[in-house]
């Protein structure tokens, strides 16, 4: 599956806009305004920019929060958990068709009784004890 977005900056266009962010903070009155700043010198929206100074905060443990190499584990392994689920899905729904398909195969033969019961002619009590 394909992102809906595209990424229009490359990882070290943002790590050095965020570097900038921290490092002109003192600069400016607040953080909000070092990143409206800088977000015009590099095109970017300053929420845009702002989001990535947060994820930055998060994966360096200065902000509560889940880091991108555990949310990107978490994805991927839900992801798989999602394909595993689909493949158990398919598997259910033949192992179903073929079950349906043999026992209609055994019915249709000369000899075989209905529902999984022994060979006609036997009795019920050995068609219970084998099936």
Not at 10 to 36: C, F, I, K, T
Not at 79 to 104: D, M, T, V, W
């Amino acid at each position: 599956m394909t992102s809906k977005t595209t990424n229009k900056f490359s990882p070290e266009v943002r790590s050095r806009a965020v570097r900038m962010v921290l490092d002109h903070e003192g600069q400016h009155a607040s953080r909000w305004a070092a990143v409206v700043s800088i977000s015009a010198k590099i095109g970017c929206t300053p929420q845009t920019l702002h989001k990535w100074v947060k994820k930055a905060d998060v994966d360096s443990g200065k902000r509560s929060g889940v880091p991108s190499d555990v949310s990107d584990r978490l994805k991927a392994l839900e992801r798989e958990n999602r394909e595993l689920r689909q493949a158990n899905e398919i598997l259910r729904k033949a192992s179903a068709y073929f079950s349906l398909a043999a026992a209609h195969h055994n019915a249709t033969l000369p000899g075989h009784a209905i529902a999984g019961r022994a060979f006609v002619g036997l009795p019920r009590t050995f068609a219970r004890i084998r099936g």
